[in-house]
């Protein structure tokens, strides 16, 4: 397993620099460019134009650019300088990065939480009215946007006589130092996200699970089971949903990038300080090496979730070897 999960690391240093020369060139087509604003004021002289462009090293060539921006990732660390906040990208991103992360594993952790469970009960109790309302509720989850969930929580918390609804603190504490007080209140506000990003992957993994459980429980070593005698929990939990949680592990490694990336519009609405809104910004403004460094990080999430996942597989199924 150690040589194996080698390879793989290995193996992503090719993928990342070919994911790297996609994001340059995908980022520099755009039209115009983020001097643009600058040719447009009148104020603002080509020469001063010019010196900025100098500055900024947009004056070289395209592969000149890009060779200087890997050089700065590999022998530094350093991601680029963001045009927008005047500050390298490396010190931005960090400070959303905690946040980020938090929000994306908490999410994760909960959704699968409640939809393994829920996927179990409506598999083993297709006929019932209980599992019709989950197998609708799961329906309605996945055709309705998280953005509009967002608007939906804040208006209802707004009608209830709520009043900071948006981001993860009341404005008193966001500079306060961390304390009981504060912890209760991130908990306060922490509850709208995660039903808001959350929503839509619980139902979608309790729909996985249920089909798979379906799958699984017309499985002839499940019929031998209860032939030999043995209890039914016995054959539930250690011969069905052990087989039939093998496809969730195996999405798991997508579902990281898809919640920093796919939710940037819900983050917005909440005022969320994650990365969403912040490569939103940066595509607005074309602050391109920021752009570029969080699509490629958003790249890296999801290299590493898959080989988390692989991991997780072969832990969770002996069936599974990669040697």
Partial sequence: MLSYTIRRILGMIPTLLLISVVCFTVINLQPGSFLDQYLEDPRVTKETVQSITRQLGLDQPLWVQYLTWMKGIVTQGDFGYSFVNGRPVSSLIWERLGWTVFLALLTLLVSWVIAVPLG???????????????????????????FLVALLLIALVLKWGGSNVGGLFSPQFIDAPWSAAKVLDLLNHLWIPMIAIGLE???????QMRASMLDVVGQDYVRTARAKGLAERRVLWKHAVRNAVNPLISLAGLSLPSLISGTIIASIVLNLPTIGPFLYDSLLNKDQYVAMTLLLFSALLLLIGNLLSDLALAWADPRVRFE
């Fill in 120 to 146: 179990i009960y409506t598999a083993l109790n297709r006929y019932t009215k209980r599992s019709a309302a989950l197998n609708f509720f799961g329906y309605v989850s996945l055709a309705t946007p998280d």
């Fill in 201 to 207: 992957g619980v139902a979608g993994l309790m729909r």
